[in-house]
């Protein structure tokens, strides 16, 4: 079954650039979603095929995939962006499966 | 705008079967070509995809849990359901419904539901 591997965690000041990746093999031949879960609340999108904004995500928040690393760019950064960020793919592979990535916890110093 | 909000038991006995069920409103379950999701997240964990559900009553679910899940739909109602059986401490989680199309993100989800199995 396909994999993404996030980092566990990322840390970054307020005001600097937090960038967030999710790994798997050639991952840059699927369409990567990025999910914002704060404490105690439901995911919301922030990021969908690979670089959309949902209406209403500002636009701080931006996104890449290429090769094996899809990214999640959070530029100046806030302390209300601290929250779990999770990417999700589908596996078309593997009978339409939905695979999510581990979770990064982003903290904001 | 569409809204989905599970509902079901919060505790269940091990060996049981846990039985929750999303409502969708703002729109009907079965227009739009949606698949409609269910997803569990252990406490402290990441989100786990357990499976979805065409309108048409096509179901995928995940290799791990597949001999223990049904997910099934009520377009009458406009409820989707789940249903996870012999389960045992493991199964305690967040259970989330979440509305998605093939290629596409889940967007929206529900609130949630925590479900815990315990004597």
């Known amino acids: 079954s396909y994999v993404l591997t996030q980092p566990p965690s990322v840390s970054v000041a307020p005001g600097k650039t937090a960038r967030i990746t999710c790994g798997g093999n050639?991952?840059?031949?699927?369409?990567v979603h990025w999910y914002q879960q704060k404490p105690g609340q439901a995911p919301v999108l922030v990021i969908y095929?690979?670089?959309d904004r949902p209406s209403g995500i500002p636009e701080r928040f931006s996104g890449s995939n290429s090769g094996n690393t899809a990214t999640l760019t959070i530029s100046r950064v806030e302390a209300g962006d601290e929250a779990d960020y999770y990417c999700?793919?589908?596996?078309?592979?593997?009978?339409?499966?939905?695979?999510f990535g581990g979770g990064t916890k982003l903290t904001v110093l | 705008q569409v809204q989905l909000q599970e509902s079901g038991p919060g505790l269940v006995k091990p060996s049981q079967t846990l039985s929750l069920t999303c409502t969708v409103s703002?729109?009907?379950?079965?227009?739009?070509?949606?698949?409609w999701s269910w997803i569990r997240q252990h406490p402290g964990k990441g989100l786990e995809w357990i499976g979805y559900i065409y309108y048409s009553g096509s179901t995928y679910y995940n290799p791990s849990l597949k001999s223990r899940v049904t997910i099934s739909v009520d377009t009458s109602k406009n409820q989707f359901s789940l249903k996870l059986s012999s389960v045992t401490a493991a199964d305690t989680a967040v259970y989330y419904c979440?509305?998605?199309?093939?290629?596409?993100?889940?967007?929206?989800w529900g609130q949630g539901t925590l479900v815990t199995v315990s004597s």
């Open positions: 095929y690979d670089s």
């Open positions: 050639n991952i840059g031949s699927k369409s």
């Open positions: 703002g729109g009907s379950i079965s227009s739009g070509g949606y698949y």
């Open positions: 979440a509305r998605g199309m093939e290629w596409e993100p889940h967007d929206p």
């Open positions: 999700q793919v589908w596996d078309s592979s593997s009978d339409h499966l939905v695979v």
